[in-house]
């Protein structure tokens, strides 16, 4: 198994920045099979969306309406995955969750943190 515990969510005034954190564990032989690292959100009334993806030769991706003003990043050694947000914007309040997938096929969920935006 894999486990994923996300951290650093909060309430922040819009233009401000919050640094989310998901911590990464499991056994080793699961960990070493982990292939693409993932940011999604989920706001009210909306639907879950992916924001960021990082995959083993360190391709990102972002979801439009973040570019520029997000920044995924991976600390392997630590086993740590990053959201960096900066700008933030009153549409950024959702719950954030992060995601991995594998080489064997399965993918592995956190829990989410709440970011909440305001004006």
């Known amino acids: 198994q894999v486990q994923l515990v996300e951290s650093g969510g909060g309430l922040v005034q819009a233009g401000g920045s919050l640094r989310l954190s998901c911590a990464i564990s499991g056994s080793t032989l699961s960990l070493n099979y982990i292939t693409e690292r993932v940011w999604y959100r989920q706001a009210p009334g909306k639907e879950r969306e992916l924001v960021a993806r990082?995959?083993?030769?360190?391709?990102?991706d972002y979801v439009d309406s973040v570019k520029g003003r997000f920044t995924i990043s991976r600390d392997i050694a630590n086993k740590m995955l990053y959201l960096q947000m900066n700008s933030v914007k009153p549409e950024d309040t959702a719950v954030y969750y992060c995601f991995v997938t594998t080489t064997y096929g399965r993918g592995f969920w956190g829990q989410g943190t709440q970011v909440t935006v305001s004006s």
């Open positions: 990082i995959n083993r030769g360190n391709g990102i």
